[in-house]
């Protein structure tokens, strides 16, 4: 079966880092791109990065460049945060870009880990 | 970055219905727009992409149509098992943006 499992997420301090990963299970991860998207309470979807096969491109919402950070392995996929603020706080999903010469489209997402910024 | 306008952000409609929801662009996004459903604690599924192709095993009473800045999902002969969120989503730019959802009762 194809899937997705984030972690990491928790309540951390303004200021303070926190590591998600993405754990993929069921296809073959280093050909898919892979995203993640984070939805603050009452929010709508916000996308956070994308990262491409081998790691080949990074993109970054410009509001995040400084802070985070998106890398992978060969099962993988993590958004570093650092500098974390209020307005951080958000369930993050990642979610696998299914390709087939079309980009930007998700047919599999984790199910989220709440990450809570507060002192 | 683009925005995604959606309308309505709520529906009520019966079993057997059409329904139509619209998400308009905030400038041309070609056809690179793409539908989701969500319930309440599941993750999102995608039901079309590139505005009108059908995701593989999504039911053909889903419908996507339009270019440009306006689009629609369409959902005929409306099923219980419908009742969701619907969300669109541009994937013109890099900067992925969604719309604010439609929640169809």
């Known amino acids: 079966e194809v899937h997705l499992e984030e972690s990491g997420g928790g309540l951390v301090k303004p200021g303070g880092s926190l590591r998600l990963s993405c754990v993929a299970s069921?296809?073959?991860?280093?050909?898919?791109?892979m995203t993640w998207v984070r939805q603050a309470p009452g929010k709508r979807l916000e996308w956070v990065a994308t990262?491409?096969?081998?790691?080949?491109?990074?993109y970054m919402a410009d509001s995040l460049k400084g802070r985070f950070t998106v890398s992978r392995d060969s099962v993988k996929v993590y958004l570093q945060m650092n500098s974390l603020r209020g307005d951080d706080t958000a369930v993050y999903y990642c979610?696998?870009?299914f390709g087939g010469g079309y980009q930007g489209a998700f047919d599999v997402w984790g199910q989220g880990t709440l990450v809570n910024v507060s002192s | 970055d683009i925005q995604m306008t959606q309308s309505p952000s709520s529906l009520s409609a019966s079993v057997g219905d059409r329904v139509t929801i619209t998400c308009r662009a905030s400038?041309?996004?070609?056809?690179?727009l793409n539908w989701y459903q969500r319930k309440p604690g599941t993750a999102p599924r995608l039901l079309i992409y590139?505005?009108?192709i059908l995701q593989s095993g999504v039911p053909s009473r889903f419908s996507g149509s339009g270019s440009g800045t306006e689009f629609t999902l369409t959902i005929s002969n409306l099923q219980p098992e419908d009742s969701a969120t619907y969300f669109c989503q541009q994937a013109y730019s890099t900067a992925l943006t969604f719309g604010g959802g439609t929640k169809v009762e």
């Open positions: 069921g296809f073959t991860f280093s050909y898919y791109s």
């Open positions: 990262i491409t096969t081998g790691s080949r491109n990074i």
């Open positions: 400038q041309t996004i070609v056809s690179y």
């Open positions: 979610a696998r870009d």
């Open positions: 590139a505005a009108s």
